[in-house]
Nanobody, 123 residues
Framework: QLPLVESGGGSVQPGGSLRLTCTAP????????IAWFRQAPGKEREEVSC????????RYIDSVKGRFTTSRDNSKNTVFMQMTSLKPEDTGTYYC????????????????WGQGTQVTVST
């Protein structure tokens, strides 16, 4: 088990910033690639970013490249996603998810999920 907990969501105006945090207890965190997913009402869950277990590789969907930055600190069992220049289309519930060793290709390949944190971008 890897009980993931997200925090850092909130409501901001367009152009604002938020930093999301994903943490988990224990000493196995570094075995896992960690992804951020988001889901807007009526839409499918989509992967926003994924960081490899040793942080030597990070990927992003095109719509957030240059605006979001994902990093991790395995000594603190924490993954961060700094979100800047937020847009209304970034609104949704953000989840972190874990998969052993490497990032997955689909949500079903991630075996551990957090409860989510809400991000709302509006005027």
């Amino acid at each position: 088990q890897l009980p993931l907990v997200e925090s850092g969501g909130g409501s901001v105006q367009p152009g604002g910033s938020l930093r999301l945090t994903c943490t988990a207890p224990g000493n196995t965190f570094h075995y896992y690639a960690i992804a951020w997913f988001r889901q807007a009402p009526g839409k499918e869950r989509e992967e926003v970013s994924c960081v490899s277990r040793l942080a030597d590789s990070v990927r992003y969907i095109d719509s957030v490249k240059g605006r979001f930055t994902t990093s991790r600190d395995n000594s603190k069992n924490t993954v961060f996603m700094q979100m800047t220049s937020l847009k209304p289309e970034d609104t949704g519930t953000y989840y972190c998810a874990a998969r052993r060793i490497v990032c997955g290709a689909t949500p079903s390949e991630y075996h551990h999920w957090g409860q989510g944190t809400q991000v709302t971008v509006s005027t």
